[in-house]
C-alpha cells in the first residue's frame, strides 16, 4: 500500500476527481478527509470509502469562506491528529467571452480557483511545518498552460495557481513540504459535461492518445504525488493530457 495511515485532505471529493482519487487513496491504506459543498455526494463518498474498510469523515466546505476551512481542518485534526496530503482539487467553470464576461463570473471562478486553493493551504500548512512533512498537491489545467476561448477567469486561475506551487516549493520546501501540481486536459466529469460534443471531440482529436483522460487518469497523477515515490519532486507540474499541449 501507498499510503498506508497517511491523511489526506481532499476539496471537492464528492465527485469526478475528488472521489476517485479518495477512492483510490482508501484502497491504498490513507485515511481520508472530503471537503465538498455538495453534501450529498460527499456523504456517498465517505461510504463508499468506509465500503472499502478504510476511514473518512466528510465535512461540508465552501473553500472560499476562511472559517469554514479552518473548521474543516480543525475536524480533521480532532479525528485523524494530522494531515499528511492536501490535495486543492475543488474547482468551478464560468465561461464567457471576454467582452461578455461579467464581474460576478470573474470573481467566482477566481474565489474558488485561486482563493480556495490559498485559504486551505494557509489553513493546512502550520501544521505540516509541526509535523516537519506534508505534500501540497494543487489542480491546475491545460487552460492555465496554454490558454483557451472563453476561460480567461479559468485560465488566469490555473496559471496563478502554478505560480502559487513554485513559490511554495521554494517556501515550504525547506520545512520538508513539497508542492506539485497537476494540469489535466479534457477530462469525464460534471464539468466537461457542460462542453459542447463538438469542442471535445475537436479536443480528442488534437490529442495524440486520441481519447478524453478519466477520473483515474488524474487519480493515479495524483497518487504519485501523494507518496514517497515523488519524494524528490518539488515544485513541477504534471500534464494528465494524453499529449494535448505538445
Ligand atoms: P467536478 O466534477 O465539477 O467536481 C468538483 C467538486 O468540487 C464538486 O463536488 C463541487 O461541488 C465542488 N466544489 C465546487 N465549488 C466548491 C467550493 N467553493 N467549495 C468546496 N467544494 C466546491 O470537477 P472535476 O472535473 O472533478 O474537476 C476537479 C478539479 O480538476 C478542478 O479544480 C478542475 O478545475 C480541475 N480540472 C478539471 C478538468 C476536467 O476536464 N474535468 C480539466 C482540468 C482541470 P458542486 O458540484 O456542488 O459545485
Redesign the pocket.
Known sequence: MRLRDKVALI??G?????RETALLFAREGAKLVI????VQ?GEQTVQDIRNLGADALFFK????NRDYVQAMVDEAVRKFGRIDVLIN????TQDAFLTKMTEKQWEAVIN??LT?VFNCTQAVVPLMVQQGSGSIIN?S???GVYGNVGQTNYAATKAGVIGMTKSWAKELGPTGIRTNAIA????V????AKVPEKVLNVMKERTPLGRLGT?QDVANAYLFLASEESSFINGVTIGVDGGLVI
Open positions: 476539496t471537492g464528492g465527485k469526478g476527481i475528488g471537503g465538498d459543498f455538495d455526494a466546505v465552501d473553500v472560499t482539487n475543488a474547482g468551478i474558488v480557483n480556495g489542480a489545467s491545460v487552460v489535466p486536459g479534457f477530462i466529469t460534471d464539468m466537461t477520473p
